[in-house]
Nanobody
Framework: QVQLVESGGGLVQAGGSLRLSCAAS????????MGWFRQAPGKEREFVVG????????TYADSVKGRFTISRDNAKNTVDLQMNSLKPEDTAVYYC?????????????????????WGQGTQVTVSS
């Protein structure tokens, strides 16, 4: 069982930056591929970025490529999302997700259905 807790959300002006952090419980964090998803009001949840269990592979949604950067620290059981050049359309609740890759193998996962654990979400609001 893994528990994920996000932090770092808030209100920022367009063009600004925020850094989200996701802290995971448990001793097998290094076996988990991680991802960030977001859901804006009235919209479906969408994939933002994923990272493999070692951190060697990442995949970004086109909408955030070049602006967002994901990183992880397996020694600290954390995965961070640095968000730069924020736009009003980035406004959403951001969720951290984890997938146990013990049986599926290393990789990056982009579908929410593939993830086993989810955090409670953190609100990011970008004002214009």
């Amino acid at each position: 069982q893994v528990q994920l807790v996000e932090s770092g959300g808030g209100l920022v002006q367009a063009g600004g930056s925020l850094r989200l952090s996701c802290a995971a419980s448990g001793r097998t964090f290094s076996m988990y591929a991680m991802g960030w998803f977001r859901q804006a009001p009235g919209k479906e949840r969408e994939f933002v970025v994923g990272i493999s269990r070692s951190g060697s592979m990442t995949t970004y949604a086109d909408s955030v490529k070049g602006r967002f950067t994901i990183s992880r620290d397996n020694a600290k059981n954390t995965v961070d999302l640095q968000m730069n050049s924020l736009k009003p359309e980035d406004t959403a609740v951001y969720y951290c997700a984890g997938k146990n890759t013990f049986y599926s193998g290393s990789g990056v996962y982009t579908s929410g259905y593939e993830y086993d654990y989810w955090g409670q979400g953190t609100q990011v609001t970008v004002s214009s």
